[in-house]
């Protein structure tokens, strides 16, 4: 069965000397048989015993098991032979102290591969009179039934060997005696090889008796069967009593023998032998060389495999060793993971989830649209934002609009940016209205749109008064009704050139002190305020519970304030509802003439010398070109111009004679020449006045301006020159022509005298706003048109005209407005649009969320990353916390793990029993951290509304972050086992079983 050749074994304790433990031992032991392993402490026994079972590491020779070497066997191979062939029984028993008795025999069946039943550990356990103990606990045994239980558990593998080191140490002589006597019985089928000190029960059981000392073999004999002749006929023997030939009638003699051996013994067998069996009786003898049997049958090993429940049930034992610190270390790892997850959840910041979630979260109703466009400048990117014109509302609507079941509204509100105000309100407050900055109040409609009743109701918003029909009537909202309630109202008489009809700050109570009264609407990018009558208040139902603290002028809260402004200027709630077609007769109203720059570029010319008494300066808010203008209304200095050249500029005559007009001499006038000029202006009206006041007499003007009937001559011209000056300027029906006709003439007749002045040299500077190109250059002044006195508009060169008109014109609509879409996958597709780019243009979407992920967003997508680190900085602490419990968790069953590689486990198997242990503990965090998460994430956001006034959710607490949980945890799990598992199951089996 074995062969042992030139076995050596060398310790190298870390201190001391080299301790030689086997030197050059050899051995052949047969299939069958008790062999006794004797020798003193330190003799080598144990260590011999350990080689042979594959718990230890021979450093030379070899072992042969069956005609197979050892010599190249991995300690998974010793691993597979233990569980295949070899059964042990130790002296401190060795058994699984978490597991019943039958679980601790059922595992050595599993490990095999087989399934351990009822039945098997049942015959195994009546075989060694254990009969109804399968459900005991270890605990609840004896020694000597613990030991049985050992060695139930060694044969129900039904190995070939068993080893037993030192089985009887720990048990009473009787006890050691049953045990032997098991060994024994074993002995006839199997090799039971045992280690021990008692020299006593080596020869009474022993088969063979191998001594050792200093690791070397002394004494090798066995037990051999002797028949000699006898002179007595009664004899003694320790294992039978007292044997007495058969037939033989005891003498005196043998009495008093017999008494002596009743002093000494308390029981005394007494039987008889034939004479054959008298004369036979066991002698040992020197071992002589063992001829082994030859095995051509192939080596077979049966690799271990854990079942999953064990090693679960394992792993889960480990867990109650130490409670608090397990309790700390799970209350760490949450402490770390839920970090970890928080972190994840704005790592994972993604601006369209940001957006639908905090648009559902603040329950947004409103869906407003502005519109941007991107492009390059010097490789920079910027952003510059457009107005809508009809045909973009229509392609809008068309497009995603139809998609969504939406149909956007275009607002009207002249201006460059969609955050500049739009119409002013405070020209209509009483005059005792004291003005401080109360953030609430925003002062102002944020543009006219064309909704009908039908669509305002459907809306859910409640109408009070009638819908504007009228071209100059307007239904105001309820939140723009209480800056009445709050300032008062005023009216300024146009015509009496006053305010009357002032309500003090606080007496407007109701709608209907309101409606009926006309509104005035100022806007610094119109020319002419605009003026309505209220005929209507609409209820949007705005909610301001959130905002009350606005109210309060001293409010600090900054994202607060932005999220209100937003509100209001994108939403309903400060709208102005005019009647149909309204809107377009203003934009008609609004146009100029020529190429509008106000929102592309900054364009003025100047004093090239900086006097403080002679500093003029012309801005420019309107282009032209000679061509479109009319050359009839243009007087170039030098009279054989025609055209302009590059940066020359024609100036409205009015403006250019205010700052350049020169001393002339013209017939009987001798003056200023801008002086000169009114005279002839005033001259050429009055002369048409005086000439046709009875033709605007006969066309009602007088009565139309409910005059006196016998008013005198004189005093009509005078009325009818007035009017033409005034209201009469741009249309005369009392006449053939009107005052801008008229101007026009004088300006014909001072054409002569206006090509006498000369050239003027300005400075140009020009910022291209699209661009943001800044240019300082020499410019020239050749000549003055015609127009609205003190106009803003600028004749240029071709050229430069061609090349502002590229950047692009100013449509009427600043954004358009929709209902927010009710389901989730729709409000996304709307997000999705609006981060969409298509030909450099994209829509945004504009809201109180979407202006503070606005301008938080950059902020949040750098805290994400960092974030992201400091999560992973989490995961790194709860894996030291983790591997620093395993590690004291593998500390704890080192023995355990001794004793599971001794019956046949391999590493794998104590890997999978810490894997359990760490995935039991990571699920327990899984679940607590992800709870813990869902918590702190929802705190955070719900602080961020409350607290801090930020309408947004920025923290998203989703899939994702399960997922991640679920992973760190487990990731956490299997690093933090692996390496202290690694060491510990690369341990010799017999060094886990020392605790060493």
Known sequence: MIEVKNLTKTYHPKKGVPVVALDNVNLKIEDKGLVFILGKSGSGKSTLLNLLGGLDKYDAGDIIIKGKSTKDFTQGNFDSYRNTYVGFIFQEYNILEEFTVGANIALAIELQGRKATNEEVKQILDTLDLTGYGHRRPNELSGGQRQRVAIARALVKNPEIILADEPTGSLDSKTALQIFDILKKLSQEKLVMVVSHDREFAEMYGDRVIELADGRIISDISKTTVTSEVASNVQYAQNEGLIVREGYKLTAADLEMINRYLEKEKKLNIITKNDRDFRTHEVFVETEDVDLKSYDEEFKMIKSRLPNKMAFRMGASGLGYKKLRLFFTILLSLVAFTPFGVADSLAAYNKIDAIVNSIIDGNIQTAALTKEETYLVNEDEHTRYLSFSMEDVEELNSGIGRELGLNFKPVYAPGSNPHEVSFWLQENYSRKSRMEYVPYFQNMVSGLAEFSREELLELGFTIHGEMPEADDEIALTDYVFKHFEMYGYSNYNEKENKYSDDIEPGTIKNYQQLIGREIVFNNSWLSNSLRFKVTAIVNTNFDTTRYETLKNSDSENYFLREEFRTIVQFGYHALGFVSEGAIGKLIEKSQTQGLNIRNIANLTYRNPEFDMDNYWEYWTENLEKVDNYGKDKIVFFDEQKTALGKNEILIEARRFLSDHGTEVQIDDFYGNLSTYYDMVINEHFENYARENYHEAEANGFFEDMKLEDDIDELTKIWYYLDYLHGDGRQNNPYGSKSGYELEAEAFQIC?????????????????????????????????????????????????????????????????????????????????????TTTNSVSHILQNETTRILEMANNMVENLAHTFLFIGLGFAGFSTLMLSNFIASSINQKRREIGILRAIGARSNDVFRIFFNESIIIATINFFLASISTFIVVRAINLSLRTDVGLSVTIFNFSLRQIVLVLLISVFVALATSFMPVYRIARKKPVDAIRDK
Do not use: C, H, T, W
Request: charged content about 30%.
């Open 751 to 835: 054409a002569p005298v206006l090509g006498l002045l000369k050239e003027v040299e300005v400075e140009k500077y020009f910022y291209n706003n699209i661009i943001y190109k800044e240019e300082l250059s020499e410019a020239k002044i050749v000549g003055v048109y015609y127009g609205e006195p003190f106009s803003n508009l600028v004749i240029v060169d071709d050229e430069f005209y061609d090349e502002l008109e590229a950047l692009g014109k100013e449509e009427p609509y600043k954004f358009v407005l929709a209902k927010m879409p009710e389901d989730r996958s729709n409000i996304q597709k709307l997000a999705k649009f609006s981060n």
